[in-house]
């Protein structure tokens, strides 16, 4: 059974930094595609980072050049270090994992049927 647990959400004041932490148990990362997503009040789900299979990283415009995503396979836990945060950074932030498939003879990761964590709340204040 895969599980993802966040971990390192908190309050912080506008400009300050976070790490937030996923640790993945029944789940090999770099298996598939894993990222970040965030969910304001009243706004729809957004993704934040995805750190591909060959280890690629994409960022939301949003947070370019103040976030970055990182996994330790060692650890078997995905990282989004968030620095200079904003008010508009205030969410529950999520992992998710693609997940492995099989068709055939062969396997493909997909993000139907994705995994994800509960998630953590990161609030920022002024």
């Known amino acids: 059974q895969v599980q993802l647990v966040e971990s390192g959400g908190g309050s912080v004041q506008a400009g300050g930094s976070l790490k937030l932490s996923c640790a993945a148990s029944g789940y090999i990362l770099g298996t598939c595609a894993m990222g970040w997503y965030r969910q304001a009040p009243g706004k729809e789900r957004e993704l934040v980072s995805t750190?591909?299979?060959?280890?690629?990283?994409i960022y939301a415009d949003s947070v370019k050049g103040r976030f970055t995503i990182s996994q330790d396979k060692a650890k078997n836990t995905l990282y989004l270090q968030m620095n200079m945060l904003q008010i508009e950074d205030k969410a529950v932030y999520s992992c998710?994992?693609?997940?492995?498939?099989?068709?055939?003879?062969?396997?493909?990761?997909?993000?139907?049927?994705?995994?994800w964590g509960q998630g953590t709340q990161v609030t920022v204040s002024s």
């Open positions: 998710t994992a693609d997940r492995l498939a099989q068709r055939m003879v062969s396997t493909y990761c997909t993000n139907r049927g994705s995994y």
């Open positions: 750190i591909k299979r060959d280890g690629t990283t």
